[in-house]
């Protein structure tokens, strides 16, 4: 079975060195003839040289031939252990990492003999993007380094591998205090999360990992592996440099997951996603200049499905791209349908920038609308402007040279720095509702806070939208922190177009709102499973 790794070429070299050790042996054959002084004076000699030349020849060859393929397996077998290591980072490999593993277990993790074992998987976002950018060359590079870590760090107390892409796993022995393996893995996420230097350049990447504990039942390391990734993509969702802990519950997130995946493709065809309109209003004037546009989904058979749950899945999934063309496609519609003075904000997933086309076929989607470009927002977080920087630029002044507006949404939670902003001349800055929400008469640092936001923003010549505005007192402290435009409860929910258009022509504010989005849905959970 392990001689099919041979490769082709090796076995070509076999059959040559049989060919010609056999005939070495027939040369030997005719010196050793010609040292006994033999002459070839009959048919008879002729024939008995010939069958004395043929069986030293077939002799030598199956010997050698004996060699090579009883030989053969001490081959296969270094082809094995070859297949055993990540030739990259020379860790081990997936394959070598589940043959070590019975061993490591059944010797307790080493000398020390602790009673629990881990398996924790670790990965960084960006080995592809990396790729892209600085070449496989420079990637591998970069994974050598993080190698050469995880080796030093995790030493001979435990199992360091490389099992695909940027994905690293170790497995370790702790004892029964958590505090042991949150210590050990804060460690290994800390160590890699260092700076690396790769040629000229510093390169910082980020990391998450999910840790899934092997239990005494031994299940197989593919099962325990899922769980430790299922972990990390758990943690991944939370944000950057986080880890979890496996949960059985994850599984059924995970089934949730699919099922929206599987669901949202359809959801387009079947037209059960629409838009909503929320209002952004003056925060003197108490008039609507504005509406954001958030995306509703309808499931037929679940009813309502909420952005934060569907949209980062469609993101990973790649459907945010025809998601984002219909976002972006009706609101141009729907901006004809509203009184000329009103601008229209929109979400646009920074993997809608992963598109080399997505500048110019907004721009075709305004000329063909007839939409009037200023009157178009669009709202991106701080997220997009920590990854390729002179990309985002470039594309970020392209949709300011079509004349559209720019906003940076939940401003605050990100990492976004004043000279970044400044030059990217954004013209709105959106408070995040968490800033908002601590705005309280005894909280005076909030207020403050959000007064230095206003500052920096009149310094940038960009207004400020606070968000998810639901009281009174609220709105008081940004008035006087020096607010101008505010969105929130408050002031109305998101709303279809129809109960908007309907108040702009002079109608009571409709009933018609969202209603408070579900959570995890339990129909959708059964149909999952
Ligand atoms: P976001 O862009 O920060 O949108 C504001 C969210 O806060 C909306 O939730 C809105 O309904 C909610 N909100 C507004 N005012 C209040 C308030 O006073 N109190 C409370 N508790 N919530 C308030 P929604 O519609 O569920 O959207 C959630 C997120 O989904 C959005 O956050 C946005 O990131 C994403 N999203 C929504 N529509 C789109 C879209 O068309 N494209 C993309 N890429 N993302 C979208
Ligand atoms: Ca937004
Ligand atoms: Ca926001």
């Not at 997130?253 to 359809?266: F, M, N, P």
């Not at 720019?406 to 509702?433: P, V």
């Amino acid at each position: 079975m392990t001689r099919s790794i041979v490769p082709r070429q090796t076995r070509i070299f076999r059959a040559l060195t049989i060919f010609s050790s056999g005939m070495g042996a027939a040369m030997l054959a005719l010196w050793a003839l010609d040292m006994a002084g033999m002459t070839l004076s009959s048919y008879r000699d002729a024939a008995t040289f010939g069958a004395i030349v043929l069986g030293l020849a077939s002799l030598a060859g199956a010997g050698t031939a004996h060699a090579y393929f009883a030989g053969g397996d001490d081959t296969s077998q270094s082809y094995e252990a070859l297949l055993n290591v990540d030739p990259v980072t020379d860790l081990l490999s997936r394959k070598g990492l589940a043959e070590e593993l019975d061993g490591y277990l059944e010797q307790g993790g080493g000398p020390s003999r602790m009673n629990r074992f881990f398996l924790i998987s670790l990965d960084f976002d960006s080995l592809r993007e990396f790729n892209e950018t600085h070449g496989m060359e420079t990637g591998d590079s970069l994974l050598r380094v993080f190698g050469d870590r995880l080796r030093r760090v995790v030493g001979d107390t435990g199992l360091a591998a490389r099992t695909s892409g940027g994905e690293f796993v170790i497995v370790l022995a702790a004892n029964h205090d958590d505090r042991e393996l949150r210590a050990a893995t804060e460690a290994l996420l800390g160590v890699l999360s260092l700076p690396v230097r790769v040629g000229n350049a510093s390169h910082s990447v980020f990391w998450n990992a999910g840790v899934a504990e092997i239990h005494k039942n031994r299940p197989p390391m593919e099962r325990i592996l899922r769980h430790a990734n299922l972990a990390r993509s758990t943690s991944r969702a939370t944000g950057r440099g986080t880890w979890s802990i496996y949960h059985p519950e994850m599984t059924q997130v995970a089934a949730y997951r699919h099922w929206i995946e599987a669901e949202l493709g359809g959801a387009m065809q079947r037209n059960e996603l629409m838009l909503h309109y929320q209002p952004k209003v003056h925060a003197v004037t108490g008039e609507t200049v504005g509406y954001e546009a958030l995306l509703r989904w309808n499931h037929h058979q679940n009813g309502a499905i909420p952005p934060s749950e569907f949209i980062p899945i469609a993101e990973q999934c790649g459907l945010i791209q025809q998601i984002g063309d219909f976002v972006l496609h009706q609101v141009c519609e729907d901006l004809d349908e509203l009184p000329d003075h009103v601008t229209v904000s929109a979400n646009v997933s920074p993997a809608q920038f992963n598109r080399d086309d997505f500048v110019s076929n907004l721009g075709r989607l305004i000329n063909g609308t007839e939409t009037r470009p200023d009157r178009l927002e669009i709202e991106v977080t701080e997220t997009l402007l920590i990854r390729n920087h002179s990309e985002i630029r470039r594309l970020l002044g392209q949709l300011r040279d079509l004349g559209i507006q720019l906003a940076i949404d939940d401003f605050g939670t990100g990492y976004s720095n004043l000279s970044t902003l400044t030059e990217l001349r954004f013209n709105t800055l959106k408070i995040d509702k968490s800033f908002v929400d601590r705005l309280t008469e005894k909280d005076p640092g909030a207020s403050t806070m959000v007064a230095s936001i206003v500052g920096m923003a009149r310094s940038m010549g960009a207004s400020v939208v606070a968000e998810g505005v639901e009281t009174e007192e609220q709105a008081m402290l940004l008035r006087a922190a020096g607010c101008t435009i505010m969105q929130g409860y408050l002031f109305g929910k998101p709303q279809p177009l129809s109960a908007i258009k309907h108040q702009h022509r002079g109608g009571e504010p409709a009933v018609v709102a969202d209603a408070p989005p579900p959570t995890l849905q339990p129909q959708a959970l059964a149909a999952a499973s």
